[in-house]
Protein backbone atom coordinates (compact mmCIF):
# COMPACT_ATOMS: atom_id res chain seq x y z
CA UNK A 1 0.00 0.00 0.00
CA UNK A 2 1.32 3.26 -1.08
CA UNK A 3 1.41 6.11 1.36
CA UNK A 4 -1.51 8.33 2.01
CA UNK A 5 -0.05 12.47 0.83
CA UNK A 6 -3.49 14.21 1.28
CA UNK A 7 -6.77 13.49 3.34
CA UNK A 8 -9.66 15.62 3.53
CA UNK A 9 -11.97 14.19 6.68
CA UNK A 10 -15.71 15.35 6.51
CA UNK A 11 -14.90 18.52 4.81
CA UNK A 12 -17.49 21.28 4.60
CA UNK A 13 -17.68 24.91 3.26
CA UNK A 14 -20.39 27.27 3.04
CA UNK A 15 -20.51 30.99 2.00
CA UNK A 16 -22.83 33.43 2.78
CA UNK A 17 -24.39 34.96 -0.21
CA UNK A 18 -26.84 38.04 -0.02
CA UNK A 19 -27.52 37.08 4.05
CA UNK A 20 -27.89 33.33 3.43
CA UNK A 21 -25.56 30.68 4.07
CA UNK A 22 -24.63 28.70 1.12
CA UNK A 23 -23.42 25.19 1.82
CA UNK A 24 -21.14 24.13 -1.62
CA UNK A 25 -19.16 21.03 0.47
CA UNK A 26 -20.68 18.97 2.69
CA UNK A 27 -19.45 16.09 4.65
CA UNK A 28 -16.48 15.23 1.66
CA UNK A 29 -13.74 12.98 2.06
CA UNK A 30 -10.83 11.99 -0.12
CA UNK A 31 -7.90 9.97 0.06
CA UNK A 32 -4.57 10.64 -1.86
CA UNK A 33 -1.85 7.97 -2.19
CA UNK A 34 1.51 8.96 -3.42
CA UNK A 35 1.97 9.21 -7.18
CA UNK A 36 -1.30 9.07 -7.59
CA UNK A 37 -3.69 11.51 -9.79
CA UNK A 38 -7.46 11.92 -9.11
CA UNK A 39 -9.34 13.76 -11.49
CA UNK A 40 -12.32 15.75 -10.23
CA UNK A 41 -15.19 16.29 -12.64
CA UNK A 42 -18.81 18.37 -12.02
CA UNK A 43 -20.68 20.85 -13.45
CA UNK A 44 -19.70 24.31 -12.81
CA UNK A 45 -20.39 25.88 -9.62
CA UNK A 46 -19.85 22.60 -8.02
CA UNK A 47 -17.29 22.97 -5.72
CA UNK A 48 -14.22 21.70 -7.67
CA UNK A 49 -12.05 25.06 -7.43
CA UNK A 50 -13.41 25.26 -3.28
CA UNK A 51 -12.01 21.97 -3.27
CA UNK A 52 -8.66 23.01 -4.72
CA UNK A 53 -8.38 26.22 -2.26
CA UNK A 54 -9.13 24.02 0.63
CA UNK A 55 -6.71 21.57 -0.42
CA UNK A 56 -3.88 23.74 -0.76
CA UNK A 57 -4.38 25.69 2.33
CA UNK A 58 -5.52 28.82 0.30
CA UNK A 59 -8.39 28.78 2.80
CA UNK A 60 -10.00 26.98 5.26
CA UNK A 61 -13.13 24.89 5.90
CA UNK A 62 -15.84 25.36 8.46
CA UNK A 63 -15.75 21.99 9.63
CA UNK A 64 -13.73 18.68 9.20
CA UNK A 65 -10.21 18.53 8.71
CA UNK A 66 -6.94 18.26 6.12
CA UNK A 67 -3.95 16.20 6.53
CA UNK A 68 -0.75 16.67 4.20
CA UNK A 69 1.81 13.60 5.15
CA UNK A 70 -0.23 13.02 8.79
CA UNK A 71 -0.69 16.49 10.09
CA UNK A 72 -3.48 19.39 10.11
CA UNK A 73 -2.98 22.04 7.89
CA UNK A 74 -5.79 23.99 8.90
CA UNK A 75 -3.81 23.70 12.35
CA UNK A 76 -0.71 25.70 10.68
CA UNK A 77 0.05 29.58 11.17
CA UNK A 78 -0.61 31.81 8.36
CA UNK A 79 3.46 31.99 8.27
CA UNK A 80 3.73 28.10 8.09
CA UNK A 81 0.89 27.70 5.57
CA UNK A 82 2.49 30.28 3.38
CA UNK A 83 5.79 28.34 3.44
CA UNK A 84 3.71 25.14 2.89
CA UNK A 85 2.32 25.94 -0.16
CA UNK A 86 5.73 27.53 -1.25
CA UNK A 87 7.30 24.02 -0.42
CA UNK A 88 5.03 21.26 -1.21
CA UNK A 89 2.37 22.23 -3.23
CA UNK A 90 2.00 23.62 -6.99
CA UNK A 91 -0.95 25.68 -8.35
CA UNK A 92 -1.94 25.92 -11.32
CA UNK A 93 -4.86 28.03 -11.32
CA UNK A 94 -7.79 28.31 -14.50
CA UNK A 95 -7.09 32.17 -14.82
CA UNK A 96 -3.68 32.29 -14.96
CA UNK A 97 -3.03 35.13 -12.44
CA UNK A 98 0.93 35.61 -13.92
CA UNK A 99 2.60 39.37 -12.70
CA UNK A 100 2.20 41.38 -16.15
CA UNK A 101 5.31 43.24 -15.65
CA UNK A 102 7.62 39.85 -16.03
CA UNK A 103 8.61 37.65 -18.61
CA UNK A 104 7.96 34.04 -18.71
CA UNK A 105 11.09 33.30 -17.12
CA UNK A 106 10.63 35.64 -14.30
CA UNK A 107 6.76 34.36 -13.83
CA UNK A 108 8.22 30.63 -13.41
CA UNK A 109 11.05 31.71 -11.20
CA UNK A 110 9.35 33.29 -8.73
CA UNK A 111 8.42 30.23 -6.69
CA UNK A 112 12.09 29.23 -6.09
CA UNK A 113 13.11 33.46 -5.61
CA UNK A 114 11.08 32.74 -2.68
CA UNK A 115 12.40 30.04 -1.57
CA UNK A 116 15.58 31.81 -1.45
CA UNK A 117 17.24 30.04 -4.32
CA UNK A 118 19.91 31.75 -6.16
CA UNK A 119 18.69 34.05 -8.96
CA UNK A 120 21.20 32.52 -11.50
CA UNK A 121 20.04 28.87 -10.52
CA UNK A 122 16.46 29.91 -10.29
CA UNK A 123 16.51 31.17 -14.03
CA UNK A 124 18.38 27.94 -15.14
CA UNK A 125 15.67 25.57 -13.66
CA UNK A 126 13.02 28.00 -14.72
CA UNK A 127 13.81 27.57 -18.45
CA UNK A 128 14.39 23.75 -17.82
CA UNK A 129 10.68 23.84 -17.42
CA UNK A 130 9.37 26.28 -20.27
CA UNK A 131 11.25 24.12 -22.48
CA UNK A 132 9.72 20.83 -21.15
CA UNK A 133 6.16 22.42 -21.75
CA UNK A 134 7.38 23.82 -25.41
CA UNK A 135 8.11 27.48 -24.77
CA UNK A 136 11.67 27.64 -25.64
CA UNK A 137 10.96 30.65 -28.25
CA UNK A 138 9.02 32.74 -25.40
CA UNK A 139 11.37 33.22 -22.08
CA UNK A 140 11.35 36.86 -22.76
CA UNK A 141 8.29 37.57 -23.67
CA UNK A 142 5.35 38.90 -21.05
CA UNK A 143 2.08 37.81 -20.56
CA UNK A 144 0.10 40.37 -22.93
CA UNK A 145 2.65 39.21 -25.71
CA UNK A 146 1.19 35.30 -25.49
CA UNK A 147 -1.73 33.68 -26.28
CA UNK A 148 -4.16 32.35 -23.84
CA UNK A 149 -2.46 28.82 -24.28
CA UNK A 150 1.16 29.86 -23.96
CA UNK A 151 -0.04 31.71 -20.60
CA UNK A 152 -1.66 28.57 -19.63
CA UNK A 153 1.95 26.74 -20.19
CA UNK A 154 3.56 29.25 -18.23
CA UNK A 155 1.54 28.73 -15.50
CA UNK A 156 1.94 24.76 -15.60
CA UNK A 157 5.60 25.38 -15.35
CA UNK A 158 5.57 27.51 -12.70
CA UNK A 159 3.16 25.05 -10.84
CA UNK A 160 6.23 22.55 -11.58
CA UNK A 161 9.22 24.30 -11.08
CA UNK A 162 9.97 23.31 -7.42
CA UNK A 163 9.00 19.37 -8.39
CA UNK A 164 5.94 19.99 -5.65
CA UNK A 165 4.81 16.98 -3.74
CA UNK A 166 1.05 17.83 -4.57
CA UNK A 167 -0.09 19.36 -7.56
CA UNK A 168 -3.33 20.86 -7.40
CA UNK A 169 -4.94 21.85 -11.11
CA UNK A 170 -7.84 23.39 -11.69
CA UNK A 171 -8.66 23.17 -16.21
CA UNK A 172 -4.64 22.48 -16.74
CA UNK A 173 -5.57 21.72 -20.09
CA UNK A 174 -8.78 24.16 -21.29
CA UNK A 175 -6.67 26.43 -23.17
CA UNK A 176 -4.47 24.00 -25.48
CA UNK A 177 -5.16 22.62 -28.65
CA UNK A 178 -4.90 18.73 -29.12
CA UNK A 179 -1.87 18.25 -29.50
CA UNK A 180 -0.36 20.55 -26.65
CA UNK A 181 -2.98 19.02 -24.47
CA UNK A 182 -1.28 15.45 -25.03
CA UNK A 183 2.03 16.54 -24.19
CA UNK A 184 0.74 18.06 -20.98
CA UNK A 185 -0.90 15.11 -20.07
CA UNK A 186 2.81 12.94 -20.51
CA UNK A 187 4.32 15.59 -18.55
CA UNK A 188 1.73 15.09 -15.87
CA UNK A 189 3.09 10.93 -15.92
CA UNK A 190 6.70 12.24 -16.19
CA UNK A 191 6.45 14.12 -13.25
CA UNK A 192 4.53 11.56 -10.82
CA UNK A 193 7.33 8.98 -11.78
CA UNK A 194 10.54 11.28 -11.68
CA UNK A 195 9.26 12.91 -8.26
CA UNK A 196 6.48 10.96 -6.85
CA UNK A 197 4.24 13.72 -7.27
CA UNK A 198 0.53 13.64 -6.12
CA UNK A 199 -1.90 14.99 -8.42
CA UNK A 200 -5.97 16.43 -8.07
CA UNK A 201 -7.29 17.80 -11.17
CA UNK A 202 -10.17 19.43 -11.95
CA UNK A 203 -11.31 19.19 -15.23
CA UNK A 204 -13.99 19.01 -17.52
CA UNK A 205 -12.12 17.38 -20.42
CA UNK A 206 -13.31 13.71 -20.11
CA UNK A 207 -9.98 12.33 -22.26
CA UNK A 208 -7.69 14.24 -19.26
CA UNK A 209 -9.89 12.96 -16.64
CA UNK A 210 -10.03 8.95 -17.69
CA UNK A 211 -6.22 9.22 -18.18
CA UNK A 212 -5.63 9.42 -14.29
CA UNK A 213 -5.91 7.15 -11.75
CA UNK A 214 -8.45 7.81 -10.55
CA UNK A 215 -11.77 9.63 -11.64
CA UNK A 216 -14.42 11.07 -9.57
CA UNK A 217 -17.42 12.89 -9.50
CA UNK A 218 -18.47 16.34 -6.91
CA UNK A 219 -22.20 16.53 -7.08
CA UNK A 220 -24.13 18.02 -4.13
CA UNK A 221 -21.20 18.87 -2.11
CA UNK A 222 -19.63 15.12 -1.77
CA UNK A 223 -17.59 13.41 -4.14
CA UNK A 224 -19.20 10.11 -5.65
CA UNK A 225 -19.11 8.01 -8.73
CA UNK A 226 -15.96 6.81 -8.14
CA UNK A 227 -13.81 5.01 -11.31
CA UNK A 228 -11.16 2.90 -11.72
CA UNK A 229 -9.34 3.00 -14.15
Given at each position: M???????????????????????????????????????????????????????????????????????????????????????????????????????????????????????????IAKQWLIRVGLEHRFEHRPSELSGGEQQRVALARALVRSPKLLLADEPTGNLDHETGAHIHGLFSELSEESGTSMVIVTHNLVLASAQSRQLTLQDGLLVEETTV
Open positions: TKVVLQAQAVSKTFDLDGKSVSVLKDLNLTVHERESVAVVGQSGAGKSTLLHLLGALDTPNNGTILFDGKNINALTPAQRSKFRNESVGFMFQFHHLLPEFSAVENVMMPLLIARTARGEAED
